[in-house]
C-alpha cells in the first residue's frame, strides 16, 4: 500500500509521530552530487502488513536517484511500569463498575463531607493497610501514616503528622484515635541501631529519634533478649509512647478528660495474622505518668 511521497527528512517525522522510538536507516555512500541535492530527493514509503507482526515493522523503501534506502521502525518495548499501570486501570475500573455505581447514594454524601469516627496513624510499611486488615470502609477512617507510626511530642513542633491529628480532633470531631503497630518494623529495627551521639544526615534516622524513650524503656527490661525480640518489643512500647505523647496536645488531653475522645493502641502481627488492641486508662485527674501508664479494655484477635 503506498500511503504517499515524502522527502527523506520527513520520514523520520512519520515514525515519530506515529509513537515509534527507533528508527534505522541504511543506504549506500552518496556522491558529492547527491549530498548537494538531499533536501529535493523524494521517497515513497510503502507500509507493509504488520497485522500479524508483533513488532509492527514499517517498512519503506526509499528511491532516490535509483538508490535504494531503506528505513525500519521498531515499537518501543513495554517496560514493567507500564503493564502495572494497566492492572492499576483494571482495578479501578472494577472498583468504579462493582463498588461505585452500584452505591450513589453513598458516594453523594461522601462527596459532600466526611465524617469519620477513627483517626488511625499507622506505618507506611507497605504490608499494614489500615482499611486492608480492618475493615474501614470509605468515609470511615482517617488515617495518617509514617515511618514506625510515631506521634511526635507538641514541643517537637510541626510535622504532616500533628498537622493531621489537628484536623481530625478539632475539625473532624473523631471519637476515637487508634495508632497501629507491626511486626518487623523497619522504622524500629532504625530506632534500635541508632549509635549513641551519631550526627546523622539521614531523614530516617533524625525522624526516628522522637522513639527514643521507647528505646530506652526496651534496654532497660529487655537487654537480656536478642535483637529480632528486642525489637518486637520495642514495636509496641513505641505504640504506648506514642499514645503519652498524644496527651501533649493540650486540646486533645481536653477532649480525652472530657470523655469526648479515646486513645487506643493496637499491634498487627503479619507472621500469624493476629491483632492485640487496647485503650488507654486516663481517670481525668491530670496526665498520666510516663514511667507507669495504665491500659484497660485489653483485646486479643485471632
Not at 47 to 69: C, G, I, T
Not at 180 to 190: E, L, N, T
Not at 202 to 223: C, D, E, H, L
Amino acid at each position: 500500500m503506498v500511503i504517499g511521497t515524502i522527502s527523506q527528512s520527513s520520514a523520520s517525522d512519520f515514525a515519530l509521530s506515529v509513537g515509534f522510538s527507533e528508527i534505522h536507516y541504511t543506504a549506500p555512500n552518496i556522491r558529492g552530487s547527491d549530498r548537494r541535492s538531499g533536501d529535493k530527493r523524494l521517497t515513497r514509503m510503502r507500509v507493509l502488513d504488520y497485522s500479524k507482526n508483533s513488532k509492527l515493522r514499517v517498512k519503506a523503501v526509499m528511491e532516490s536517484f535509483r538508490l535504494p534506502k531503506e528505513i525500519t521502525i521498531e515499537k518501543p518495548k513495554e517496560d514493567g511500569a507500564t503493564d502495572d499501570f494497566k492492572k492499576m486501570k483494571k482495578k479501578f475500573l472494577d472498583f468504579k463498575s462493582d463498588i461505585y455505581m452500584r452505591n450513589p447514594e453513598v458516594f453523594n454524601r461522601l462527596s459532600e463531607n466526611q465524617s469519620p469516627k477513627f483517626m488511625v496513624i499507622a506505618c507506611a510499611d507497605s504490608r499494614v493497610c489500615p482499611s486492608k486488615i480492618l475493615g474501614f470502609e470509605l468515609g470511615e477512617a482517617f488515617v495518617v501514616r509514617n515511618v514506625a507510626n510515631m506521634v511526635p511530642p507538641y514541643e517537637n513542633g510541626p510535622s504532616e503528622t500533628n498537622a493531621a491529628l489537628e484536623f481530625a480532633v478539632n475539625t473532624l470531631l473523631v471519637e476515637n484515635i487508634l495508632i497501629v503497630g507491626h511486626s518487623r518494623c523497619g522504622g524500629i529495627q532504625a530506632l534500635m541501631s541508632l549509635q549513641e551521639e551519631a550526627n546523622s544526615s539521614s531523614f530516617i534516622a533524625n525522624w526516628v529519634q522522637v522513639g527514643k524513650p521507647a528505646r530506652f524503656k526496651t534496654r532497660s527490661v529487655a537487654s537480656h533478649l536478642n535483637f529480632e525480640q528486642q525489637c518486637k518489643h520495642c514495636e509496641k512500647e513505641s505504640i504506648n509512647r506514642s499514645l503519652l505523647s498524644l496527651l501533649t496536645y493540650p486540646w486533645i488531653e481536653e477532649k480525652v478528660k472530657q470523655g469526648k475522645l479515646s486513645i487506643h493502641g493496637g499491634y498487627y502481627d503479619f507472621t500469624d495474622c493476629s491483632f492485640e488492641k487496647w485503650t488507654l486508662d486516663y481517670t481525668g485527674n491530670g496526665r498520666l505518668s510516663d514511667t507507669s501508664p495504665s491500659f484497660k479494655n485489653r483485646e486479643y484477635w485471632a
